[in-house]
């Protein structure tokens, strides 16, 4: 599985929907370490679009 890392600034809208077809079809992952923290919901809703969220917790001893 390939990891897209995201710029601060998202990409385009387009480019944005393509991602999201890689992420629906399980073929990438995100690295969103870069995004910048005044992102809206708006700007995100083409990149997530139609997908469903896990919480995964983790323990560690």
């Known amino acids: 599985m390939e990891t897209i890392r995201l710029a601060a600034q998202l990409p ?3 480019e944005l929907r393509r991602l999201n077809k890689e992420l629906r079809a399980g073929t990438i ?3 969103w370490s870069a995004v910048a923290h005044d992102v809206t919901p708006e ?3 083409p990149l997530l679009k139609g997908l469903i969220f896990q919480m995964i ?3 560690w001893v």
């Open 29 to 31: 992952q995100l690295d």
């Open 43 to 45: 700007d995100l809703a």
């Open 57 to 59: 917790s983790s323990c």
């Open 12 to 14: 385009s809208a387009s």
